[in-house]
């Protein structure tokens, strides 16, 4: 029988006393309530009442094992039986949120505690919803699978589910849930949504706005008054964003900050909705004041610990212009910044004004508080399932005992996110001292190899087949390795490398390479096999230079009748080395947003072998996102390349340069155009150059999927550069998939000429956008 509902009949049967009901613990969904049932004993009776436990068992546990419930009854053997520590134990065992139900009982002596438990979410459903939808919904959803069903917890994630909805523009959402029991005591849980209607806003009104138009300043708004076919890129759709609107007169009174107007207020946004029509009207109040010009630059150190002209180098804001919040942000970055680097790790730079409000101008004064220097106390890295810790340590600029540096922690993010083997890099700070920091590297793994398959048909190579298996960290250790097969009616070309870019995780890298390449020319069919071995160093975080050994042997068959210089086809052999250059600023592998690469290299044929030739190659690209100037994550690309054969005393036809294709321009066949003989055979040539312009703009920003806008325009030649000029232009798909980034292109040529091979789509698994 149960105490707290029990009878203790036999306890006190020589006394005649029978208590039938004493109060027992309930929970319920607003938390712990002692629930009085019934009591048929007068409270002198309870207090005489007492029996020494001589054992305890728990009945019904398997989220938590017999040893912890003891520790969190606090109840033992051998004690007086003690109701209100029983009472206590109880509301123990409910605070772990495991059980829906707790009763205890006495037999013989033995404490016995059954345990109810709920049932454990085994799956959780959307009912319609994608997986990009779905992993928004989880973020904030309070639980997740393996966790105990809670009925609150599952109301306050029906509120989260709404609040991410109306967060789209949806308003009126229901969203019900249903529960469905599974073996074991699991359950299913699935949400069902009822989405709402958008509402749209019909019409934003601004009241006080003279001095700046109302397009101007509310350019920054998220919300924005309904244009006529708002539903085109450009234009606005009007779609009310209620998430945003607390923000939107901030956003407001930020432009009129941008045009030096300190004085502007902006009332809070006065949303009226009908939800008959599902529009809005959306109003703002404004007082603009004057302008304000600044009369006077000063930096002021609370403590001197940097040359004050050094502050003062490279600051946006100048005297005699008009104030701009804008500029002032970027000034307190770069003063933060330059402190920072001497160790000054919790520098503050607070602005202040001294504002004559007659003339209308203003003195700022930045206030410079560095605090004590810190050093590092330790790195810990995590996120890296796959990668070892050697491989993110070394790319780390930062090290236990050093002093901090800012210039140091972003150079460590942008290291490690160009290697390729990142998809997100964060590094927080946390104050374990007041000189003393810890810093915590949180990297997310991105798919680092990839097996790409790929074909195509041209109206020369006829069916094509392409086919690679390509790791740059192989097992996580930042090896990589290469294999790849291309197959057509015209070529047969085999490729496998390897390459460990941090030796010993140092500044010294070598890899290798072989392969086996076949041509079928109209003219002839070209064979060459060899191998080629590289090594380099890394001279800064950016600059690294190296050589390149390369053998191979070069057989010419099935020449033609027509062919006019049957010597250039002799059957030889190349020797050759190339020192190279290469340098590497930018802020990420796949897409960067920021930053500069340039490498250069020049390559000597003639350390014995046949051929005898010296050949430059250098290409450069330039990054530039613009999310800071406009809010939106366009990205600006420019690429050349510029190759020049300087000495070409003897040099086999596929050594020479030849245009066409991703690597130069796109619309064309890969290596397509040149000079050609009489007979419209390519010859090879001696000069090419090649340049793009691209314009890179999200897509789909959940599925990390871009589009970008490119044209192309390159020359080659021999005798002069632009003997032969082509150009193209098209569209691109960028995406980081799971299988690495994938970018399919659709180009058209823009000047084709008589006799070109053109190729209007192409694709590319695991290259660089």
Same mark, same amino acid.
């Given at each position: 029988?149960a105490?707290f509902?029990?009878?203790?009949?036999?306890l006190?049967?020589?006394k005649?006393?029978k208590?039938y009901?004493?109060p027992?613990y309930?929970?319920?969904?607003k938390?712990?309530?002692?629930k009085?049932?019934? %009591?048929?004993?007068?409270?002198?009776?309870?207090?005489?009442?007492?029996f020494?436990?001589q054992?305890?068992?728990?009945d019904?546990?398997?989220r938590?094992s017999?040893m912890?419930?003891e520790e969190?009854s606090g109840?033992?053997k051998?004690?007086v039986?003690?109701?209100d520590k029983?009472g206590?134990?109880?509301?123990?065992f409910?605070?772990q949120?495991?059980?829906e139900?707790?009763?205890?009982e006495?037999?013989?002596?033995?404490?016995?505690?059954?345990?109810?438990?709920?049932p454990?979410?085994?799956?959780?459903?959307?009912?319609g919803?994608s997986?990009?939808?779905v992993?928004k919904?989880?973020?904030d959803?309070?639980f997740?699978? +393996?966790?105990s069903y809670d009925?609150?917890k599952i109301?306050?994630s029906?509120?989260s589910?709404?609040?991410?909805?109306e967060a789209?523009?949806?308003?009126n959402?229901v969203?019900e849930?249903d529960k469905k029991?599974?073996n074991?005591?699991?359950v299913e849980?699935?949400?069902?949504?009822?989405k709402?209607e958008?509402?749209?806003?019909d019409?934003?009104?601004?009241?006080?706005?003279?001095k700046l138009?109302?397009?101007k300043?509310l350019?920054q708004?998220a919300n924005?008054?309904?244009?006529?076919?708002?539903?085109?890129w450009?234009?606005?759709?009007?779609k009310?964003k209620?998430e945003?609107?607390?923000?939107?007169?901030?956003?407001?009174?930020?432009?009129?900050?941008q045009?030096?107007?300190?004085d502007?207020?902006?009332?809070?946004?006065f949303l009226?909705?009908?939800?008959?029509?599902y529009t809005?009207t959306?109003d703002?109040k404004?007082?603009e004041?004057?302008?304000?010009?600044i009369s006077d630059?000063?930096?002021?150190?609370?403590?001197?610990?940097?040359d004050e002209?050094?502050?003062f180098?490279?600051?946006?804001?100048?005297?005699?212009?008009v104030?701009n919040?804008e500029k002032l942000?970027?000034d307190?970055?770069?003063?933060?910044?330059?402190?920072?680097?001497? +160790?000054y790790?919790?520098?503050?730079?607070?602005?202040?004004?001294?504002k004559?409000e007659?003339?209308?101008?203003t003195s700022v004064?930045?206030?410079?508080?560095?605090?004590?220097k810190?050093y590092?106390?330790?790195?810990?890295i995590?996120g890296?399932?796959?990668?070892?810790?050697?491989?993110?340590r070394?790319?780390?600029? /930062?090290a236990?005992g050093? /002093?901090?540096s800012?210039?140091?922690?972003?150079?460590?993010?942008n290291?490690l996110?160009?290697? +390729?083997y990142f998809?997100?890099?964060?590094?927080?700070?946390k104050?374990?001292?007041?000189?003393?920091m810890?810093?915590l590297?949180k990297?997310?793994? %991105?798919?680092?190899?990839?097996?790409?398959?790929?074909?195509?048909?041209?109206?020369?190579?006829?069916?094509?087949?392409?086919?690679?298996?390509?790791?740059?960290n192989?097992?996580?250790?930042?090896l990589?390795?290469?294999f790849?097969?291309e197959?057509?009616?015209?070529q047969?070309?085999?490729?496998?490398?390897?390459?460990?870019p941090r030796?010993?995780d140092g500044?010294?890298s070598?890899?290798?390479?072989?392969?086996s390449?076949k041509?079928?020319?109209?003219?002839?069919t070209?064979?060459?096999?060899?191998?080629s071995?590289t090594?380099?160093?890394?001279?800064?975080r950016?600059?690294?230079?190296?050589?390149s050994?390369?053998?191979?042997t070069?057989?010419y068959s099935?020449?033609s009748?027509?062919?006019?210089?049957?010597?250039?086809?002799d059957?030889t052999?190349k020797s050759s080395v190339?020192?190279f250059?290469s340098f590497?600023n930018?802020?990420?592998?796949?897409?960067?947003?920021?930053?500069?690469?340039?490498?250069?290299? /020049? *390559?000597y044929a003639?350390?014995?072998?046949?051929?005898?030739?010296?050949?430059?190659f250098?290409?450069?690209?330039?990054?530039?996102?613009?999310?800071?100037?406009i809010?939106?994550? %366009?990205?600006?690309?420019?690429k050349?390349?510029l190759?020049?054969?300087l000495?070409?005393?003897?040099?086999a036809?596929g050594?020479?340069f030849?245009m066409?294709?991703?690597?130069s321009?796109?619309?064309y066949?890969?290596?397509?155009?040149?000079t050609?003989?009489?007979?419209?055979y390519?010859?090879?040539?001696?000069k090419?150059?090649?340049?793009?312009?691209?314009?890179?703009m999200?897509?789909?920003e %959940?599925?990390k999927m871009?589009?970008s806008?490119?044209y192309?325009y390159g020359?080659?030649?021999t005798?002069?550069?632009?003997?032969n000029?082509?150009?193209?232009?098209g569209?691109?798909?960028?995406?980081?998939s799971?299988?690495?980034p994938?970018q399919?292109i659709?180009a058209k040529?823009?000047? *084709?000429?008589?006799?070109?091979k053109?190729?209007?789509i192409?694709f590319?698994?695991?290259?660089r956008?």
């Amino acid at each position: 029988m149960a105490l707290f509902e029990c009878c203790f009949y036999r306890l006190f049967k020589t006394k005649k006393v029978k208590i039938y009901e004493i109060p027992k613990y309930k929970h319920n969904a607003k938390g712990f309530k002692l629930k009085k049932i019934s %009591a048929l004993m007068a409270a002198a009776s309870i207090a005489s009442y007492a029996f020494t436990i001589q054992d305890i068992r728990y009945d019904g546990l398997s989220r938590i094992s017999p040893m912890i419930a003891e520790e969190l009854s606090g109840v033992r053997k051998g004690e007086v039986f003690n109701y209100d520590k029983v009472g206590k134990s109880i509301l123990n065992f409910y605070s772990q949120g495991y059980f829906e139900d707790i009763w205890v009982e006495e037999k013989d002596g033995v404490l016995i505690y059954h345990f109810k438990e709920k049932p454990v979410v085994a799956k959780i459903e959307f009912a319609g919803y994608s997986d990009t939808e779905v992993e928004k919904f989880m973020s904030d959803l309070g639980f997740k699978k +393996g966790d105990s069903y809670d009925d609150e917890k599952i109301e306050k994630s029906k509120k989260s589910v709404i609040k991410h909805i109306e967060a789209d523009g949806y308003f009126n959402t229901v969203v019900e849930v249903d529960k469905k029991d599974l073996n074991d005591g699991a359950v299913e849980v699935t949400y069902v949504i009822n989405k709402g209607e958008k509402i749209y806003i019909d019409k934003l009104t601004t009241v006080g706005n003279k001095k700046l138009k109302q397009g101007k300043i509310l350019h920054q708004a998220a919300n924005q008054e309904r244009e006529f076919m708002g539903w085109m890129w450009g234009r606005n759709d009007g779609k009310l964003k209620l998430e945003e609107l607390p923000y939107d007169s901030a956003r407001i009174k930020d432009v009129y900050m941008q045009n030096g107007y300190l004085d502007a207020t902006v009332s809070d946004a006065f949303l009226k909705a009908d939800f008959n029509t599902y529009t809005a009207t959306l109003d703002y109040k404004i007082f603009e004041g004057e302008p304000y010009t600044i009369s006077d630059i000063k930096i002021e150190q609370k403590e001197s610990v940097i040359d004050e002209k050094l502050l003062f180098e490279g600051l946006k804001l100048k005297k005699g212009e008009v104030f701009n919040v804008e500029k002032l942000r970027k000034d307190i970055d770069a003063i933060k910044n330059k402190v920072a680097d001497k +160790g000054y790790a919790f520098t503050r730079v607070t602005p202040d004004f001294i504002k004559d409000e007659k003339t209308h101008t203003t003195s700022v004064v930045f206030v410079v508080e560095p605090g004590q220097k810190v050093y590092i106390n330790n790195v810990y890295i995590s996120g890296n399932t796959r990668t070892l810790d050697n491989v993110v340590r070394r790319e780390v600029f /930062l090290a236990p005992g050093d /002093l901090y540096s800012l210039t140091d922690m972003t150079d460590s993010k942008n290291a490690l996110k160009r290697t +390729g083997y990142f998809e997100d890099v964060t590094i927080d700070e946390k104050r374990v001292s007041a000189d003393k920091m810890d810093l915590l590297v949180k990297v997310k793994e %991105a798919p680092t190899g990839n097996v790409m398959v790929g074909g195509g048909y041209g109206s020369y190579d006829g069916l094509i087949f392409n086919a690679g298996i390509n790791d740059k960290n192989v097992f996580g250790s930042g090896l990589s390795l290469g294999f790849n097969a291309e197959l057509s009616g015209k070529q047969n070309n085999f490729d496998i490398s390897l390459t460990n870019p941090r030796l010993r995780d140092g500044k010294y890298s070598l890899g290798g390479d072989i392969f086996s390449r076949k041509y079928i020319a109209y003219d002839y069919t070209e064979k060459s096999t060899g191998i080629s071995v590289t090594s380099g160093r890394q001279l800064t975080r950016y600059l690294s230079a190296g050589a390149s050994y390369q053998y191979a042997t070069i057989k010419y068959s099935e020449l033609s009748s027509n062919i006019t210089r049957p010597e250039d086809f002799d059957s030889t052999t190349k020797s050759s080395v190339t020192p190279f250059l290469s340098f590497d600023n930018t802020d990420d592998y796949y897409v960067p947003r920021r930053g500069v690469t340039a490498s250069t290299s /020049l *390559e000597y044929a003639g350390l014995g072998g046949k051929e005898k030739y010296a050949k430059s190659f250098s290409r450069v690209g330039y990054f530039y996102g613009f999310d800071d100037l406009i809010n939106y994550d %366009a990205i600006f690309r420019y690429k050349a390349r510029l190759g020049w054969i300087l000495n070409d005393q003897r040099i086999a036809r596929g050594s020479k340069f030849y245009m066409g294709g991703l690597s130069s321009v796109r619309g064309y066949q890969s290596s397509s155009i040149g000079t050609k003989d009489a007979n419209n055979y390519l010859l090879g040539d001696t000069k090419t150059f090649s340049n793009s312009v691209e314009l890179s703009m999200p897509l789909i920003e %959940a599925a990390k999927m871009r589009y970008s806008l490119f044209y192309d325009y390159g020359m080659i030649g021999t005798s002069s550069l632009n003997e032969n000029t082509r150009a193209g232009y098209g569209i691109a798909l960028e995406w980081i998939s799971p299988l690495g980034p994938i970018q399919i292109i659709y180009a058209k040529p823009l000047n *084709e000429k008589t006799g070109d091979k053109t190729s209007n789509i192409e694709f590319t698994i695991g290259s660089r956008f």
